[in-house]
């Protein structure tokens, strides 16, 4: 289990928690809009060691509930399970960032009762889908296997999506609010430019679209929100 990175505190990262969040490098997708390019392309050295983390970890008790666990995609990680049943072993709740592509990896991590909760990127439609994750012919069956374990309810979870104005439209939005018809949360993340883009020259869409598609999207998706918006 490599830690590529950490931030200390969080307010957002976990909903409802106060949580600290550890990088993991390396991914099974090139996404043009991911703002960690360094971490998803393997080219950081190791942050800390896990035994350090984990003195650091102890000296938050009482301050932290959560360790969210985000990447590049953790579930590449042959570690990941016993890291963070250690983390629930010292008292704090988990959360899992995954894009979903390793479903039997995510339902065993799921099944072990090692994660609380797991927010699953939706990258968009079906039809665009490998184009905005950046793989040619991706195989989206083991993605629609997550979507639907997810849905079961076996553990708490969200959708999100990042909207970047060059790959998203609204008809877009329509066919996924289809696709994840009777999901229990579901965001938008308005695109930012962190400076570490794989593929720069992407922007935002407008404030006035992103809550026009959310509107929309509340028929199929009651619970969709906005976020960072």
Same mark, same amino acid.
Request: charged share 25%; glycine share 10%; hydrophobic share 40%.
């Given at each position: 289990? @490599?830690? &590529?990175?950490?931030?200390?505190?969080?307010?957002?990262?976990?909903?409802?928690?106060?949580?600290?969040? !550890? +990088?993991?490098?390396?991914? %099974?997708?090139?996404?043009? +809009?991911?703002?960690?390019?360094?971490? #998803?392309?393997?080219?950081?050295?190791?942050? /800390?060691?896990?035994?350090?983390? +984990?003195?650091?970890? =102890?000296?938050?008790?009482? !301050?932290? &509930?959560? #360790?969210?666990?985000?990447?590049?995609?953790?579930?590449?990680?042959?570690?990941?399970?016993?890291?963070?049943?250690?983390?629930?072993? =010292?008292?704090?709740?988990?959360?899992?960032?995954? %894009?979903?592509?390793?479903?039997? *990896?995510? *339902?065993?991590? #799921?099944?072990?009762?090692? #994660?609380?909760?797991?927010? /699953? &990127?939706? =990258?968009?439609? =079906?039809? @665009?889908?490998?184009e905005t994750a950046g793989v040619p012919g991706l195989d989206l069956a083991p993605i629609e296997k997550s979507v639907q374990f997810l849905m079961e309810g076996s553990v708490d979870y969200e959708f999100r999506t990042t909207v970047v104005k060059e790959l998203h439209n609204k008809a877009d939005f329509d066919e996924i609010g289809r696709w994840l018809k009777g999901a229990k949360r579901y965001f938008l993340q308005s695109f930012k430019d962190s400076g570490d883009i794989l593929s720069p020259g992407l922007s935002p869409m407008e404030k006035a679209d992103l809550l026009e598609i959310r509107d929309r999207l509340r028929a199929e998706i009651p619970g969709v929100e906005l976020r960072g918006v």
């Open positions: 289990m @490599r830690i &590529d990175g950490l931030q200390t505190l969080t307010l957002l990262d976990y909903p409802g928690k106060v949580a600290c969040t !550890v +990088f993991t490098s390396g991914c %099974n997708m090139r996404c043009p +809009f991911c703002h960690n390019a360094s971490l #998803v392309c393997g080219e950081v050295p190791p942050f /800390m060691e896990k035994e350090e983390f +984990f003195a650091f970890l =102890k000296k938050r008790t009482g !301050v932290l &509930d959560g #360790v969210c666990v985000t990447g590049g995609e953790p579930l590449l990680q042959e570690g990941l399970i016993p890291f963070l049943l250690e983390v629930k072993e =010292k008292g704090f709740t988990t959360k899992l960032d995954t %894009n979903g592509l390793l479903h039997d *990896r995510l *339902r065993a991590v #799921v099944e072990a009762g090692a #994660v609380d909760y797991v927010a /699953m &990127d939706i =990258k968009n439609c =079906k039809a @665009r889908y490998a």
